[in-house]
């Protein structure tokens, strides 16, 4: 069986179209941002993690009513307290419900929100429940999270742009930290546009996704390079279009491979970890994209205004491959 | 050429057999004697689950460093008061001028012509700890504790505070807990409690975080702050401190007051050995008897030899908790009355032998997964790792046939070899590091992937099936090369950074990549071999 053989598209007459794909998406996360930015304080809404605070997970021996939760809530004087339901994907609400309370300022009456929670139920709320997941996060963590995570995101794009750079050229690596950024502003974009909370594993799925994305552009950068040295005369333009045609079927079908395995943890995996495989279903995809549609046209792109410049051509000197 | 095959499979069947020991142990293997566990049992027992799959408990806590230095220098403050004092050098006042600066000492209002003297005597004593500098006034002198003196402190106190946390978690039974310093250098300890089912369990540990402490009563009780203060001439001296009493004095329960103290301990924390809970013979009330280490005993026995009849206060948490005349000197003995509830004198009790703190804790962030959810973690887990591999390997079979056959069988071995690292290892599995798994099934069929397509175009510019597969694993290594190594470097960074189940899913991530470059590459090389060698003259390699 074979999908796609002797496949020839000029990918490169496409780059407009891709760069309005990659424009409306960006922009549409950026505006989204910008709006919980001005909403809640931080460009997409944080998982307790990051922002801090407190959440109980409890499970109900019946089906709970989320506004007897609330009015329980309030006896208590919990005024607060966000009450959600988890629903799996399959719909089935497994009587559980998750309630959270903001920040603490004060990091000795951490606990305490806790406590509060599971004395409220059990005083206003008949219905038995078990404790199932508490996190309760003081300020302090959360700002180390913060950072720790935005370093960790940063460490690891550079780390592959200095590989690139040592690998090939710096170009290359350029434009694939580009095509990364690319793909990391459009994934956390679209948990700012449904409004999904980033919480740690998110952003091991974005890192993963960092990686992933940059396995894409190597693949057809490594193609490219190769094309370069066999036919030194052929156009740059015609040397991508030609190298990302021939490593279209593995680049499909290695994504749709990575993609079905990722789906089957996204819809089984289960609610704890929804935020990191929907990351990873975003994340191929436009990891995919990126590396057709944004890393290998910024090479020409680059070729192109080197040229207009009077320098000469770089790429096609390309540094065999030293393995 | 034959040979170099068959060798290349006895590695290959080598390292099967040792990593299929990896995941089932050695304890499966049936010797004459012993009976071997069931195979499921001797696997699961071999996989390290993280907290976030087994149930039970993750702290971060804030070790308040700055009390331990307070009390260090409080210490020191006492001290410098005795020394000048047996030296014969008159002071107006020794303390510590800013309370926000636990580590400065001033002393003050030393005579000009002993001034000399008592920097010698200062030097002499302190100044392998402390700076000792001659003060802006004639006569005063400033003492800053050395930075690095503060950070050998902190870190003592931290190593303090993890083994306490360690003995109490050990009388609780807990197995496998991990306590360590977290973070760099920011004083904090994270508690990981595996298999934790009550909550409440882990609240006696960190409530636990009493500090008992023996001060010597300067005056009280007053009615209150004010009173207090006045008693001393209107305002308290730096090295005094007001503390409130429900108290009992001498074993008569007498209204909340107000007894000013003097600020440096004679006794804290660490300096109990024992402790047990008893009762007073005549009055039946509950006390603890404790035992103090040999150099807190001779401190205690030279404050009380010094002070039959003066007043003692034992302190908990900043609140008095009784007071106490001093009867005769005591050394390394003596028991504490007080206003305390039968199991305040148990948990005291046990605090006190199994170590008391030597700083108080904060929490910071506390995680507490029911082990219910972790068994539904697992479960989903494995679906979804089943459910992904299924679809990978049929996909692949369908795809490129016979050779699928081989990506399915690089695969499971990929699989083999991971689970095998995980259970000879110890390495810790984490819901995260599942999907990690998941993960490396997805991108490590990747690696074959490029291979067979790389194949396919060799074949279809009408290259021998040999040579085909020849320089479609030459062309594939390149970039599987790349690929790998910076999908590594990522999953490094998340290691360095990640915490717990993160690191959990680095793991998984960069050990089944690794595995994959044998797998994939090797073993798929090998198996491609062992069949063009079957393969007639002239007929294709199916791809």
């Keep these: ?323 | 050429m034959k040979k170099n095959l068959t060798n290349k499979i006895l590695l290959i069947i080598a390292v099967i057999v040792v990593c299929i020991l990896g995941i089932v142990g050695i304890s499966w293997i049936p010797l004459p004697g012993v009976t071997p566990k069931p195979l499921m049992q001797a696997v699961t027992d071999r996989i390290h689950y993280g907290l976030d799959l087994k149930g039970g408990a993750h702290l971060i806590l804030q070790v308040k460093v700055e009390e331990a230095v307070n009390a260090e220098t409080d210490n020191t403050v006492a001290l410098i008061k005795q020394e000048l004092k047996t030296a014969n050098l008159s002071y107006s006042q020794a303390y510590k001028p800013d309370p926000a600066k636990a580590t400065l000492i001033r002393v003050e209002g030393v005579p000009l012509e002993k001034s000399n003297d008592a920097r010698l005597l200062l030097e002499s004593k302190y100044s392998n700890t402390y700076d000792v500098v001659g003060g802006d006034a004639p006569g005063s002198f400033t003492l800053t504790m050395k930075p690095l003196i503060v950070t050998a402190l902190e870190k003592k106190t931290v190593a303090q505070a993890i083994e306490a946390i360690r003995d109490r978690v050990d009388a609780l039974g807990i197995s496998e807990p991990q306590i360590q310093e977290y973070g760099l250098g920011d004083n904090q300890i994270l508690v990981d409690l595996p298999g934790v089912e009550n909550e409440s369990q882990i609240e006696s540990i960190i409530q636990g975080t009493n500090r008992l402490e023996i001060h010597a009563v300067v005056g009280g009780p007053y009615k209150d702050a004010q009173d207090a203060a006045a008693s001393q001439g209107g305002s308290i001296p730096a090295d005094q401190e007001l503390l409130n009493s429900t108290g009992v004095i001498e074993g008569n329960a007498s209204e909340a007051g107000v007894y000013v103290l003097q600020r440096a301990s004679v006794v804290a924390g660490n300096d109990f050995r024992s402790a047990d809970p008893s009762t007073n013979q005549n009055t039946g009330q509950k006390m603890v008897e404790f035992t103090l280490t040999n150099e807190a005993g001779d401190k205690f026995y030279d404050y009380t030899s010094k002070n039959v009849g003066r007043y003692m206060a034992v302190v908990m948490n900043d609140r008095i908790r009784s007071v106490a005349v001093i009867k005769s000197a005591i050394r390394d003995r003596g028991e504490i009355e007080g206003t305390f509830t039968t199991e305040e004198v148990a948990a005291l009790s046990k605090l006190l032998r199994t170590g008391a703190l030597p700083a108080s804790l904060v929490q910071l962030e506390k995680r507490f997964v029911g082990a219910s959810l972790g068994a539904d973690s697992i479960r989903k887990g494995i679906t979804a790792a089943i459910v992904g591999i299924l679809v990978v390997m049929a996909f692949m079979l369908v795809y490129y046939r016979g050779s699928g056959i081989n990506a399915d069988l690089a695969l499971i071995l990929n699989l083999i070899v991971l689970l095998g690292f995980m259970g000879a290892s110890g390495a810790t599995l984490t819901l995260p590091g599942i999907a990690g798994v998941i993960l490396t099934i997805g991108m490590g069929v990747d690696s074959n992937v490029l291979i067979f397509e790389r194949i396919r175009e060799e074949v279809r510019a009408g290259k021998s099936p040999s040579a085909a597969v020849d320089q479609g694993f030459a062309h594939a290594w390149v970039t599987i090369v790349d690929t790998h190594v910076t999908t590594i470097v990522s999953a490094a960074i998340l290691f360095i950074f990640g915490s717990g189940p993160v690191k959990g899913f680095a793991t998984t991530l960069t050990v089944g990549l690794a595995a994959n470059l044998f797998t994939a590459v090797f073993v798929s090389r090998v198996i491609f071999d062992a069949h063009l060698n079957k393969l007639k003259p002239g007929k294709l390699v199916s791809i």
């Design chain 1, 1 to 323: 069986m074979e999908f796609f053989r002797g496949v020839n598209v000029d990918w490169l007459r496409l780059k407009w179209y891709f760069l309005a794909f990659s424009m409306i998406f960006s922009v549409a996360g950026l505006i989204s941002m910008g709006m919980h930015m001005r909403s809640i304080g931080s460009p997409v809404p944080l998982g307790v993690d990051f922002k801090g605070g407190t959440q109980v997970q409890v499970r109900f021996d019946k089906t709970p009513d989320t506004d007897r939760i609330r009015n329980a809530m309030k006896a208590a004087g919990i005024g607060d307290a966000s009450i959600q339901t988890i629903k799996s994907v399959d719909e089935t609400s497994g009587n559980e419900v998750l309630i959270s309370l903001p920040e603490q300022q004060d990091e000795s009456s951490l606990d305490a929100g806790r406590q509060q929670i599971v004395a409220s139920l059990q005083a206003h709320y008949d219905n038995p429940f078990t404790v199932r997941n508490v996190q309760v996060v003081g300020p302090t963590v959360g700002k180390q999270l913060e950072k720790q995570a935005l370093l960790a995101t940063l460490y690891s794009m550079l780390g592959m742009l200095v590989y690139l750079w040592f690998r090939f050229q710096l170009i290359y690596g350029v434009a694939a930290v580009v095509a990364c950024f690319h793909d990391t502003l459009i994934t956390v974009g679209a948990f700012a546009l449904l409004n999904k909370e980033i919480s740690l594993t998110v952003i091991a799925a974005i890192l993963t996704l960092v990686g992933y994305s940059m396995n894409d552009t190597i693949v057809v950068f490594d193609r490219i390079r190769e094309n370069l040295r066999l036919s030194r005369r052929e156009a740059l333009p015609d040397v991508v279009n030609r190298s990302i045609n021939q490593t279209l079927s593995r680049t499909v079908l290695t994504s749709g491979l990575t993609f079905l395995t990722v789906l089957s943890l996204f819809i089984f995996g289960g609610q704890v970890l929804n935020g990191f495989s929907f990351a990873l279903v975003v994340g191929i995809l436009i990891g995919t994209y990126s590396s057709i549609a944004i890393a290998a046209p910024m090479l020409v792109a680059w070729q192109e205004w080197r040229s207009r410049q009077g320098k000469a051509a770089v790429l096609p000197a390309a540094k065999r491959p030293r393995v």
